[in-house]
């Protein structure tokens, strides 16, 4: 009798199955989330790993409330784990610097990162209109087969992406957001106090294409420069579409002299 009413328990009562990504916390508001993200920036803005315990000392957390929140950074690359802490990204850093100028809008700065980020899937349904947040959910439930009583955790992934800007909600209804991707850089740097122009940084990847202008003729012209600290903060599925980028512009220029020489 006491082995039939224990199946019928185990029946009724399934084991929690894991999620097949990491999800953020629920147990940690999502302000104070990106908190202790701004934190792990500041301690680590001189390039120096961080420990977790004392990114929450700066924003009076418990030594072990960052476990809770960890994991999520470093899965998706707000966070890297060095040997002696963690290491803040490049975008972590700028909305770190940002906030002290603009809090509200600070966060905006990790939606290039945010945008590469499994969960970001999402943003190609509404790039066609308006979802409602609930079938949002159940698309990033469905993604990693993650049940029910990860509901929370899930909105969670709507919160940050709001929060960077590349989601904006309306009620219960998700629109694209107006956060620009930051990692171009912007045409014209404005002119240093003493007037100078800025010294060309060494750690800079820079490529110049020119041509005398000939009558009938369309005149292209281009440069790319990348900071080797951004450039090293890059997944590499993203350095090698970079590069697979400029190899078909070089094809492209290769194939016009070839054609010009005939």
Do not use: C
């Amino acid at each position: 009798m006491s082995v039939e009413t224990k199946a019928v328990s185990n029946i009724d009562s399934p084991r929690r199955s894991r999620p097949t990504k990491l999800l953020p916390t629920d147990r940690i508001s999502i302000s104070r989330q990106l908190d202790l993200l701004r934190a792990f920036g500041a301690a680590g803005e001189a390039g120096k790993p961080v420990l977790a315990k004392d990114a929450a000392k700066i924003v009076q957390m418990s030594e072990s409330t960052p476990s809770l929140a960890v994991p999520f950074f470093v899965d998706v690359g707000l966070l890297s784990r060095g040997a002696d802490g963690f290491v803040p990204s490049a975008e972590v850093l700028s909305y770190k610097r940002s906030h002290a100028w603009a809090p509200d809008t600070a966060a905006h700065k990790l939606a290039p990162l945010l945008r590469s980020a499994w969960f970001a899937s999402i943003l190609t349904r509404l790039e066609f209109g308006p979802l409602e947040e609930s079938a949002a959910i159940k698309d990033l439930a469905d993604a990693v087969a993650a049940g029910p009583e990860y509901r929370k955790n899930l909105e969670m992934l709507i919160e940050y992406l709001t929060a960077s800007g590349l989601v904006e909600k309306d009620g219960s209804v998700l629109r694209p957001g107006r956060a620009k991707d930051m990692t171009a850089q912007p045409a014209e740097e404005s002119a240093p106090a003493n007037g100078r122009p800025p010294a060309p940084s060494r750690s800079a990847v820079a490529t110049g294409f020119v041509q005398a202008p000939t009558e009938g003729t369309v005149r292209f012209h281009g440069t790319v420069a990348v900071d080797m600290a951004e450039f090293g903060s890059w997944r590499p599925e993203r350095i090698a579409a970079f590069f697979a980028g400029m190899a078909q512009v070089l094809a492209a220029k290769a194939d016009i002299e070839r054609q010009n020489g005939e």
